[in-house]
């Protein structure tokens, strides 16, 4: 569609999400239209401009917490009305110390380096040309989620110091939520004298909603789908709009036979049990055999007193104590992200079989080994094929602010562009400037 649309809906700075009017497609194309126009605003601004604005959010969202939280109350009512796993339903729960923790995070994208204008590379040629590969931002970025309303802050304040515009759909289940965050986020960038259509939502518009977005081609520069595997794979297979993959966490925790118990069973309980709803907690426990008689006893006590329901194979069965149930683990459970209080637990012989079980279940997100082999270490840091390695330490720390890029808009599990964390930089692209003196190919 070509036609110049009017806005079908008012700004999301007046605090609502809009009333749909029109066809799903028009009202989208039209958000669409107005971020497209709104990023112009960030192509001059300064690094001051932007870290005043995610400083100004920061304070909105603090102020209007009680208004957040009661809103946050009806999605989570109606998430229990509806069967929500309590992983989701921790994903989707907002309190005052959480919203302080996510303002916090602004003021942590604040302090870091403005990757727009910084210099990838460049040199002078042998004509005299003078090169240089610039970062500069994307433009419209869009985000389809689910049930996280976090990510409504986080990707809002990436997109701005990334120097971009975001279009967000959040999903039902955090539609009340995410209206009253948008209206914040909005009202705070209008403050500053910036556009509130930096930040807009097209919840309103639901599932046909999510469908233009991803027919948006044109007016929006990429696609992040963050969620579980069928909205990642939706969107991979609809999309019309460059689409960077986020991934499933199918997380595999390896303690290798050299593996230090000490060390071992807190990383292990951390990485499973210290958030569940999380990708990059732990799903599967792979234990060497000449580990497995002195560490597993103790480390199936301890996941099972923590609540977790353990599901094993033959050797993890004989090796469990008496008073420790163990589900019989079928291949259902090797292929399973969780996202709950449940662990797989295999034996394997030896590094080979380990690696060879990640190679053939894991999702490429973030594998862990606990090992004192400097040998093994090396070996796993080179053959695993995911995103993130974790050697002696949670695979919890597969986070952008763990690992000190801010906040994430997602991690990534393809290869192109992005993998991993992305994080300020991974939402730039390049443009290459060339300066001559009056130059012409010959």
């Known amino acids: 569609?070509?036609?110049?649309?009017?806005?079908?809906?008012?700004?999301?700075?007046?605090?609502?999400?809009?009333?749909?009017?029109?066809?799903?497609?028009?009202?989208?194309?039209?958000?669409?239209?107005?971020?497209?126009?709104?990023?112009?605003?960030?192509?001059?601004?300064?690094?001051?401009?932007?870290?005043?604005?995610?400083?100004?959010?920061?304070?909105?969202?603090?102020?209007?917490?009680?208004?957040?939280?009661?809103?946050?109350?009806?999605?989570?009512?109606?998430?229990?009305?509806?069967?929500?796993?309590?992983?989701?339903?921790?994903?989707?729960?907002?309190?005052?110390?959480?919203?302080?923790?996510?303002?916090?995070?602004?003021?942590?994208?604040?302090?870091?380096?403005?990757?727009?204008?910084?210099?990838?590379?460049?040199?002078?040629?042998?004509?005299?040309?003078?090169?240089?590969?610039?970062?500069?931002?994307?433009?419209?970025?869009?985000?389809?989620?689910?049930?996280?309303?976090?990510?409504?802050?986080?990707?809002?304040?990436?997109?701005?110091?990334?120097?971009?515009?975001?279009?967000?759909?959040?999903?039902?289940a955090a539609a009340s939520s995410n209206e009253a965050i948008v209206g914040v986020l909005a009202r705070a960038l209008e403050a500053q004298g910036l556009p509130g259509d930096l930040v807009q939502s097209i919840d309103a518009w639901g599932r046909q909603g999510a469908v233009a977005l991803m027919h948006a081609r044109g007016l929006v520069d990429v696609l992040v789908p963050r969620g579980g595997a069928d909205l990642i794979a939706t969107v991979v297979r609809e999309s019309t709009v460059p689409v960077i993959e986020t991934g499933v966490g199918n997380v595999h925790v390896y303690v290798d036979a050299s593996a230090d118990p000490a060390v071992a069973l807190p990383i292990l309980l951390n990485a499973k049990t210290q958030r569940v709803g999380v990708c990059n907690a732990a799903e599967t426990l792979l234990v060497h055999r000449d580990a497995a008689e002195g560490f597993l006893p103790s480390a199936l006590t301890a996941l099972a007193e923590a609540g977790v329901t353990l599901h094993g194979d033959a050797r993890t069965q004989e090796l469990a104590p008496a008073d420790v149930p163990v589900v019989p683990a079928t291949e259902?459970?090797?292929?399973?992200?969780?996202?709950?209080?449940?662990?797989?637990?295999?034996?394997?012989?030896?590094?080979?079989?380990?690696?060879?079980?990640?190679?053939?279940?894991?999702?490429?997100?973030?594998?862990?080994?606990?090992?004192?082999?400097l040998a093994a270490s090396e070996r796993f840091v080179a053959e695993v094929d995911s995103a993130a390695v974790m050697v002696n330490a949670s695979t919890r720390f597969t986070d952008g602010g763990q690992l000190g890029l801010g906040a994430e808009i997602g991690i990534s599990t393809q290869k192109l562009h992005a993998r991993g964390p992305m994080g300020l930089a991974e939402l730039t692209t390049t443009k290459w400037v060339v300066h001559g003196d009056g130059h012409v190919r010959p």
């Open 1 to 172: 569609m070509t036609t110049q649309l009017e806005p079908t809906a008012p700004s999301p700075a007046s605090g609502a999400v809009p009333a749909p009017a029109g066809t799903a497609e028009d009202a989208v194309l039209a958000v669409a239209r107005r971020a497209k126009v709104a990023a112009r605003s960030l192509a001059t601004a300064t690094r001051a401009t932007k870290d005043a604005a995610l400083h100004a959010m920061a304070d909105a969202l603090v102020d209007a917490a009680d208004a957040i939280v009661t809103a946050n109350a009806d999605d989570l009512a109606r998430g229990r009305e509806a069967g929500m796993s309590p992983g989701l339903l921790d994903r989707l729960a907002l309190d005052p110390t959480r919203i302080g923790a996510i303002a916090d995070a602004l003021r942590e994208l604040a302090g870091l380096p403005d990757p727009v204008g910084e210099v990838v590379r460049g040199q002078t040629l042998p004509n005299g040309l003078r090169l240089r590969q610039l970062r500069v931002p994307m433009g419209v970025v869009g985000m389809i989620y689910e049930a996280r309303p976090n990510v409504t802050v986080d990707a809002a304040g990436l997109a701005l110091k990334s120097g971009n515009a975001v279009v967000l759909r959040g999903g039902s």
């Open 332 to 373: 259902h459970d090797w292929a399973t992200e969780y996202l709950a209080l449940d662990l797989a637990v295999r034996v394997v012989d030896d590094l080979d079989e380990a690696l060879e079980h990640i190679r053939t279940w894991s999702s490429g997100h973030t594998e862990a080994i606990v090992t004192r082999d």
